[in-house]
């Protein structure tokens, strides 16, 4: 299903796939179930009764399977609108990832095209720092994702208890690095943490060591932290 991705994406977008998917439930609670509007000189997006800015990330095309970034969006270059998506694609010529850099990028050999569509917006919100995207229809065949710019939304916190499940989880949304998974997941929250052999230990905030083991597969084999030092 991620197949037609290059390795550098894919541990990329593995370096956020656990917070990612945390933070993605953190927004989803946060938005209400309503009509949206977005006014795109203005940045401003309207859901129910909820104002906040937001960047245009890009869009999907249905019927061409394929995928463009807003800084690439020709009606939107050089506004601001997109100033924020700028940083994904400085970010893909910095590190040499081609997916970030392409303007259009054709999904219809995927297995799946709309999941690697999400794929890449998820990724795109994870290097661009965003607390989630709003993915939603613009059109018949159009599918527009923006960021969320706006310190209203809510962050998803390290909690030493949920730990375990979120990394567990994080590690099976692609499946293809786990150790990139919890790697980032502790870059994400600054926490300190090392490779010891199969393990690896971070030091949380409170002072509690958490270590992840991984087996033979590369696989998270356990979990397991001390709260409160």
């Known amino acids: 299903m991620v197949s037609g991705f290059s390795d550098a994406f894919l541990l990329e977008a593995e ?36 104002e906040m800015r937001v960047a245009v990330l890009g869009t999907y095309d249905m019927d061409e399977q394929s995928w463009m970034w807003g800084w690439a969006n020709p009606g939107l270059q050089g506004t601001e609108v997109v100033a924020l ?23 219809a050999g995927f297995d799946d095209p709309r999941h690697a569509a999400e794929l890449l917006a998820f990724t795109g919100m994870g290097v661009a720092e965003a607390p989630g ?54 870059d994400h929250y600054g926490v300190p943490q090392r490779t010891e052999g199969d393990r690896i230990v971070a030091e949380l905030p409170g002072g509690g060591p958490v270590e992840v083991e991984f087996d033979a597969h590369g696989r998270i084999a356990g979990v397991s932290l001390k709260v409160g030092g």
Not at 33 to 46: G, I, K, M, N, V
Not at 85 to 107: C, D, K, S
Request: charged share 10%; with cysteine; aromatic share 10%.
């Open 85 to 107: 998506t700028t940083a994904v694609q400085r970010y893909g010529q910095a590190h040499g990832i081609p997916e970030l850099t392409e303007e259009m990028i054709p999904l």
């Open 133 to 186: 995207y709003i993915g939603v229809p613009a059109g018949p065949a159009t599918q527009v994702y923006f960021l969320p710019d706006d310190p209203q939304v809510p962050r998803a916190a390290l909690d030493p208890v949920t730990l375990p499940r979120t990394l567990l989880t994080g590690a099976g949304l692609i499946g293809y690095a786990a150790r990139q998974v919890v790697g980032g997941y502790f």
């Open 15 to 50: 370096r956020h796939a656990a917070w990612g998917a945390a933070q993605l439930n953190a927004l989803t609670a946060f938005l209400p179930e309503a009509p949206w509007t977005a006014d795109l000189p203005t940045c401003l997006y309207r859901q129910g009764g909820l």
